[in-house]
Antibody
Framework: QLQLQESGPGLVKPSETLSLTCTVS??????????WGWIRQPPGKGLEWIGS???????YYNPSLKSRVTISVDTSKNQFSLKLSSVTAADTAVYYC??????????WGQGTLVTVSS | QSALTQPASVSGSPGQSITISCTGT?????????VSWYQQHPGKAPKLMIY???KRPSGVSNRFSGSKSGNTASLTISGLQAEDEADYYC??????????FGGGTKLTVL
């Protein structure tokens, strides 16, 4: 079955760029009708959609994060990636990747904690 | 876009039914039948429980049901079980390829 796995540094310094990759297995990232999304959850808080990408490269971002977010896709590796620039402590969170249809996300990766600290 | 409004907590006894509300606006919940619900146990990734307001993915118990009226969506869990204790989040399409989540509701099974 379809599985997603996040990977990347668990610690990022303030003002630097957070970079994460999501590897999709058990299916093709180039499947039509699906987007691929990033969602985050600060410790003890709720979920926040960061943005999503279609296999063709079309991207959609949360307006509140748009100026700092870049999502890209590598169909040859069946991966998509997140870059979040100029991070602060407020960006400390568990970051999840997930397959995305207009209103639902499924399945989700297990999540990866990224801490912003010097 | 603002987060959808959910009660911070709800509780119920085993066997009872509970309902969690999710209030949005005419720009999100009220405009689209594209509301989903997620269950999240501590330390785990969210799990899709309901999509498109009232549809259940394969494998999700029929004790879980969803509905919508105006700008408010609802998740009902009937025959409450101890394993249902978790955080629940709603999510709505908000137009222009945007998505918004609710703040989350902690369900306690007494």
């Amino acid at each position: 079955q379809l599985q997603l796995q996040e990977s990347g540094p668990g610690l990022v310094k303030p003002s630097e760029t957070l970079s994460l990759t999501c590897t999709v297995s058990g299916g093709s990232i180039s499947s039509s009708s699906y987007y691929w999304g990033w969602i985050r959850q600060p410790p003890g808080k709720g979920l926040e959609w960061i943005g999503s990408i279609y296999y063709s490269g079309s991207t959609y971002y949360n307006p509140s994060l748009k100026s700092r977010v870049t999502i890209s896709v590598d169909t040859s590796k069946n991966q998509f990636s997140l870059k979040l620039s100029s991070v602060t402590a407020a960006d400390t969170a568990v970051y999840y990747c997930a397959r995305h249809v207009p209103d639902w996300f499924d399945p989700w990766g297990q999540g990866t904690l990224v801490t912003v600290s010097s | 876009q603002s987060a959808l409004t959910q009660p911070a907590s709800v509780s119920g006894s085993p066997g009872q039914s509970i309902t969690i509300s999710c209030t949005g606006t005419s720009s999100d919940v009220g405009s689209y039948n594209l509301v989903s619900w997620y269950q999240q146990h501590p330390g785990k990734a969210p799990k899709l429980m309901i999509y498109e307001v009232s549809k259940r993915p394969s494998g999700v118990s029929n004790r879980f049901s969803g509905s919508k009226s105006g700008n408010t969506a609802s998740l009902t869990i009937s025959g409450l079980q101890a394993e249902d204790e978790a955080d629940y989040y709603c999510c709505s399409y908000a137009g222009s390829s945007n998505v918004v989540f609710g703040g989350g509701t902690k369900l306690t099974v007494l």
